[in-house]
């Protein structure tokens, strides 16, 4: 991938898995193949990715979005406390069940961006902590099946992580998840 090379689609994919790799590297490895990318198309669409964010004239977060998936496949209006906010969702063809959500506030300021279960597609059946398969949940579908779950800071930028408790045995456990997407359970 060169400087010339456009960034879409595959390259930002390429971006969510680099940060994945510190968790699931078996499952990055897997999925980068399956994108046909090397190791080093990797990290050059994690370092032109990194420089689009710190460029100091660089575009905004959603138009950096657009200009890299598109136009949204979907747009949802939603509620969060006594604010409006706009999701838009777009595809993400390594988890077809799966979309790359961006919420809008007023004056269109991104406030988040993750991975989220696509609508309509079946989330997992989350009922005990060994149903928490990596690759296989969000934070929402988490912190429904375990509620009440308590939304903790995440390691690093793009991470978030919550406090649950197994239904069964009473153990508080830390789910993590990197861009959304559950990646490991620990003992808390």
Same mark, same amino acid.
């Given at each position: 991938?060169?400087?010339?090379?456009?960034?879409?689609?595959?390259?930002?994919?390429?971006?969510?898995?680099?940060?994945?790799?510190?968790?699931?590297?078996?499952?990055?490895?897997?999925?980068?193949?399956?994108?046909?990318?090397?190791?080093?198309?990797?990290?050059?669409?994690?370092?032109?990715?990194?420089?689009?964010?710190?460029?100091?004239?660089?575009?905004?977060?959603?138009?950096?979005?657009?200009?890299?998936?598109?136009?949204?496949?979907?747009?949802?209006?939603?509620?969060?406390?006594?604010?409006?906010?706009?999701?838009?969702?777009?595809?993400?063809?390594?988890?077809?069940?799966?979309?790359? +959500? *961006?919420?809008?506030?007023?004056?269109? &300021?991104?406030?988040? %961006?993750?991975?989220?279960?696509?609508?309509? !597609?079946? $989330?997992?059946?989350?009922?005990?902590?060994?149903?928490?398969?990596?690759?296989?949940?969000?934070?929402? +579908? *988490?912190?429904?099946?375990?509620?009440? &779950?308590?939304?903790? %800071?995440?390691?690093?930028?793009?991470?978030? !992580?919550? $406090?649950?408790?197994?239904?069964?045995?009473?153990?508080?456990?830390?789910?993590?998840?990197?861009?959304?997407?559950?990646?490991?359970?620990?003992?808390?």
């Amino acid at each position: 991938m060169t400087a010339a090379t456009p960034f879409g689609p595959r390259e930002f994919q390429l971006v969510l898995l680099r940060r994945m790799a510190d968790h699931r590297p078996g499952l990055v490895e897997d999925a980068r193949h399956e994108l046909s990318a090397t190791l080093a198309e990797m990290r050059e669409a994690n370092r032109r990715w990194q420089a689009m964010l710190r460029a100091p004239r660089g575009r905004g977060s959603l138009r950096r979005y657009r200009s890299v998936l598109g136009e949204p496949e979907s747009s949802l209006r939603r509620t969060v406390g006594d604010l409006e906010c706009d999701a838009l969702l777009w595809p993400v063809p390594l988890w077809p069940d799966l979309r790359f +959500e *961006v919420m809008t506030g007023p004056g269109g &300021a991104v406030w988040n %961006e993750w991975l989220v279960r696509a609508p309509g !597609a079946a $989330a997992p059946a989350l009922h005990t902590v060994e149903d928490l398969l990596p690759w296989s949940c969000t934070v929402d +579908e *988490v912190a429904r099946a375990f509620a009440p &779950a308590r939304p903790m %800071e995440g390691s690093a930028p793009t991470r978030w !992580a919550l $406090a649950i408790t197994a239904p069964v045995t009473g153990e508080p456990y830390v789910a993590e998840f990197t861009w959304g997407l559950f990646q490991r359970l620990l003992p808390r």
